[in-house]
C-alpha cells in the first residue's frame, strides 16, 4: 500500500504549479526540485515511520521557501491520517 499519497499528489502539484520548471531530481540545492524526487521515492516505502521522516522534511523545506504554512501542512496531511494512509 502507498503511503500518504493524497499527500503526496496535492504537493506535487502545488510544486509544480508555483515551480513550472521543477523536475524530480536529487539536487538538494534546488529544493523544488529535490522535494519532486523525495516524494516519488516516498511511494515505494513500506516503512510508515520512514515515509512520515520524508514527508515531514519536504514539508519543512517547503514552508522554509514559502509554499506552504504550518497549518495547510496539517491540513494537507490530515486527509491521509483519517484514512489510514499514513
Do not use: H, T
Not at 24 to 41: G, T
Amino acid at each position: 500500500m502507498a503511503l500518504y499519497p493524497n499527500s503526496r499528489k496535492r504537493l506535487k502539484e502545488m510544486i509544480r504549479e508555483e515551480y513550472p520548471d521543477s523536475s524530480p531530481r536529487k539536487d538538494i540545492d534546488d529544493v523544488p526540485s529535490y522535494c519532486l524526487w523525495m516524494l516519488n521515492q516516498l511511494k515505494e516505502f513500506n516503512d510508515s515511520k520512514k515515509a512520515a521522516r520524508w514527508l515531514g522534511w519536504v514539508l519543512g523545506r517547503l514552508e522554509s521557501i514559502g509554499l506552504l504554512d504550518n497549518e495547510k501542512s496539517c491540513e494537507i496531511v490530515r486527509e491521509d491520517v483519517e484514512k489510514g494512509f499514513e
